[in-house]
């Protein structure tokens, strides 16, 4: 089992920045491929980044590609998401995931954390 907490999240407006961490307790954290997600209001989840469990390959969504930057510190097991120039599109609850190092089968979750962009 991996248990993942997200953090960071609030209200920001619409150019700000936020920095979104998700911490990791369990399992091997580098033994994973972590992942941001996001679910609007009515909206069905979406893929926003990953990263491998080395950290050296970075995987975005094409609608956050040159905004949004996400890292990993596998001595602290957690992940990052860097989210700059926001949209009030952006706004969603985000949660991170983690999936087996070689897969792209996302098999743990967070709760998620809510951001929200005012225009």
């Known amino acids: 089992q991996v248990q993942l907490v997200e953090s960071g999240g609030g209200l920001v407006q619409a150019g700000g920045s936020l920095r979104l961490s998700c911490a990791a307790s369990?399992?091997?954290?580098?033994?994973?491929?972590m992942g941001w997600f996001r679910q609007a209001p009515g909206e069905e989840r979406e893929y926003v980044a990953a990263?491998?469990?080395?950290?050296?390959?970075?995987y975005y969504a094409d609608f956050v590609k040159g905004r949004f930057t996400i890292s990993r510190d596998n001595a602290k097991n957690t992940i990052y998401l860097q989210m700059n120039s926001l949209k009030p599109q952006d706004t969603a609850v985000y949660s991170c995931?983690?999936?087996?190092?070689?897969?792209?089968?996302?098999?743990?979750w967070g709760q998620g954390t809510q951001v929200t962009v005012s225009s």
């Open positions: 990263i491998s469990w080395r950290g050296s390959t970075t």
């Open positions: 995931a983690a999936a087996p190092k070689d897969q792209w089968r996302w098999e743990y």
């Open positions: 369990g399992r091997t954290f580098n033994n994973y491929r």
